[in-house]
């Protein structure tokens, strides 16, 4: 009932810079968080950056000061610009989103199909 479109994923070279874009759609009242996650492959999936509804941001140690996360223009959407690539962000990145739904009313995590990610060395 609720779904995330992710986009902008790819492959670039370490140093580069890539935008990663999601949008939410379908039976939202409200999202109170919504960010990103990543799974490299043969480690588990970690938090890199989160936004909550009123703008307060958390990011991993990892990329801190190279990777923001923004609140869209459009409603629902969150963009995360992703500066000085290393080749050791590369992994699938998944966006989720904490979402109050309208009918019924209740709060529950949901998670897009996931981007890759590539950055070569």
């Known amino acids: 009932q609720v779904q995330l479109a992710e986009s902008g994923g790819g492959l670039v070279q370490a140093g580069g810079s890539l935008r990663l874009s999601c949008a939410a759609s379908g039976n939202i009242f409200s999202i109170e968080v919504m960010g990103w996650y990543r799974q490299a492959i043969g480690k588990q999936r970690e938090l890199v950056a989160l936004?909550?509804?009123?703008?307060?941001?958390n990011y991993a140690d990892s990329v801190k000061g190279r990777f923001t996360i923004s609140r869209g223009n459009a409603k629902n959407t969150v963009s995360m610009q992703m500066t000085s690539l290393k080749p050791e962000d590369t992994a699938v990145y998944y966006c989720k989103a904490v979402v109050r739904t309208v009918v019924p009313s209740r709060l529950g995590n949901y998670w897009g199909q996931g981007t890759q990610v590539t950055v070569s060395s």
């Open positions: 936004i909550s509804s009123d703008g307060i941001t």
